[in-house]
């Protein structure tokens, strides 16, 4: 075995914080070049750590795994390359003491290279035969070292998670057929003893504590009340909150599903399912806006909107018609519905001339509009006519001002367009990023100079100064040690968090590159974060499937609720693509959700639309609806706007291109709502309601057919949803259960032990289906037979007792004992699906000690 060289705690080569080390991140993936000065601290909680290689899958002659060892990029030999691609195929390390582990960073060849490998996991752990899942992600097919936060917390987030073993389990190469390499591994993080042993106690404390109250949920399952008793007293350990052991004593033990629906009421109105409600996906609404107003703004692509919630008010100017550019500034009145002109020509009025691709930004302080950039063909880009104006319009005073006629001259940016534009309205500060940089048509006349992209600019309002802070990697001065870089780009999307005070940078063009970067910059410490790194493969759902996040090769348009903490993304036509001819391919529209608190994507909708051409939107709707999936909705499309009210947490959206290729001058002109609702608690307390009816009515059935009818009647038609058709349709396989023989009750059997055989019928009424919200308010099956995983409750006390003496009980007390063990089985169950409901932390755990034992 071998292991990796040593560094002290002052290696300057070592990654002194975590601020720093999320910033070399950006380095690797985003060309973001920083310097750092003065030496470390003694004492540092990412330092670079000592490991050997422990075990491997398999090996090519020459390409050892102890190549990963050493960084030696320029020598083609100096990688573990496996002996073939069939998985698994891994390669184990080993640190010389549990550590903390923070980062991994995988070194590459000098060139890109088919073997690299193109997607991956990394499992760690205190014992080999034990890891648990700490990373899954990709490199890039290049030459720049890539680096990637580990998880390094419990699953809870309580505490360290500390590891000895990690292993590194490649899935793909960049040449599918080809054989797997890694060029060269470092690990960070902490494995000084002083720190560590703290964590190491206080996470072998949290997996004592799991452990037994995974034996108190087994021993409650199974009836084992006395060992369930002693041990919980023993250990003081307790196996959940009190209030859901009531609910275990009203709904299992007792059966009392009157009181068990009135405590659970009792819960939700304390809030105690809020958590559950909050991690449920949007269901989304969009409404067409048939304004009441004689004129409206015409069709346009290109065009901006910015909103005052305050006033309820949105404002639009400018975008290109299809044959020329616009400077109308209309407002649209969100209480009346109705829009007005402000300006239909806004030049006349000191304000800015036609244009498209600019941007705007609302200032809710002053309450004024601020305008730059936009796109120039290159037949009228002349040096004098390609000055970057920067203007204001006073939504009060209803007048133009141009503040700057070129901003390049006063240290802002240059002209660009497809840029981005945020405020900090509470710093007076507007933030501008990327945009790719006009030049005079004679400097591109021989097409032989790559374009450029302008960087990250400030400009503060109150003292009318501009400042650059990130200037573009391929900048002159990119190079020097003491200036600030970042990949630029076209197409983006960016947002500002005004309670973080960081802007959220996502996705985006360089020349024929997709960036699927998201990137978080923090403007007070200027630290840069990339957040599809620190947290990958986290979501719900994908259109870029691998990647669980949209496609950055799609027309993206985001925005922010600073409240929620969530990011949304309207994803719509491909950029490329479908723009060439849209009836030839299928279109799509999306729309995500990232939650800044979970790190998590949620795709809300996806809707595909088939064989568009000019003709068929126009016959659907002048206006550009379109119908998927039986809703109408907009048309798939590019160079649209979508804003959002902060205030009725909704969202705008106006115009675009449809993409013709027939019709190349088609702009639309249609306005929608789209509103987004998170289930309510009244909602999940009809569905619990459902449940708990439900399984009082199939044991009424059982036992007395004619209530039993009358109950499914009034007491759980009273639940039931009469407009949704699926809840419609399993109320009345609800009523097959009356006809149903119960002869399971009657039947010798030879022996009965506490196992999941005597819990068949269990999942009868109670599927996945049942729990709500996760997709929608489904019912499930109602009469189907599903045999109980080992996962889920099982028999109570009722079981042990006919165990014991099988050969003396009598038929009917046979019956009457199995049908009674029955009912607690599928009680207990739904109690397992009920808690999971509510908050984690004051439940018993979701696993089950059965899970552990493999015959």
Known sequence: MSSSSTSSPTDNSSHGSVALSSFAALNAVSGTNTSTSGSQKPFSLSERLNFEIYRYSSYSPNYLPENVLVDTPNDQTSRWSAYTNIPPQFLTLKLRRPAIVKKIKFGKFEKSHVCNIKKFRVFGGLEDEHMVLLLEGGL??????????LRCMTEDGSENLPVLYLKIVPLLSWGPSFNFSIWYIELHGQDDPMYTCARMKNYNTLREIEIIKLCLKHFRQQGYMSAFGALQEQTNVKL????????????VVQGDFEKAERFIAECIDEGLMDEYLYKQDYKHTWHMKYTESETKPGNRGGHQLVVDAKKRLIYLYGGWDGYQDLSDLWVYKIEDDEWRLLCERSEQSSGPTPRSCHKMIFDPISENIFMLGRYLDNSIRTSEYIKSDFYLYDTRARNWMQICDDTSQVGGPQLVYDHQMCIDADKRTIYVFGGKILTPRSVNATGAIEPEYSGLFSYHI?????????????????????????????????????????????????????LDEFLSYDVDTQAISVLNKEHPNQGTTAGNEAKFEPSSGYTLRATIDCERDEIYIFSSLSKIKDRRDIQHMDASNSFWVYSLRQ????????????????????????????????????????????????????????????????????????FWLLSLEKPKRDEILKHCRFLVRKMRYEEMARQNPMQAMQYLRHNIADVIDQDDAEQLNNFHKLASLLFKTHDGCLDQRDSFVATPALCRNAEELYTDADLPMKEELSDGSATENISLESNESLATSGISETASSPSSSSCTKRARTECTSDFMNKRAFLFNKLVQLMPPSMVQPERNLSDFVVM
């Open 140 to 149: 890039k097919n290049d030459n720049i070292p890539e680096v990637f936060n």
């Open 240 to 251: 959940e909150h009190p209030l859901i052991s009531e609910l275990h004593k009203y709904l």
């Open 462 to 514: 109150a003292t009318n100064t501009w400042t650059q802070i990130l200037v573009d990697c391929h900048h002159t001065s990119a190079s020097q040690a003491d200036v600030m870089s970042i990949k630029s780009r076209i197409t983006h999307c960016m947002v500002f968090h005004n309670k973080q005070r960081k802007l959220y940078i996502y996705g985006g063009q360089r020349g024929k590159e997709d």
């Open 599 to 670: 790190h998590k994507w949620s795709r809300i909708y996806y809707c595909r639309h088939s064989g568009q051409d000019g003709n068929s939107i126009s016959r659907a709707n002048v206006l550009g609806a379109s119908k998927g999936d039986a809703a109408v909705e907009p048309c798939p499309r590019y160079a649209h706007q979508l804003v959002y009210d902060e205030l009725a947490n909704n969202h705008y959206l106006f115009g675009g291109n449809p993409g013709i290729c027939q019709q190349q001058q088609l702009r639309l002109d249609d």
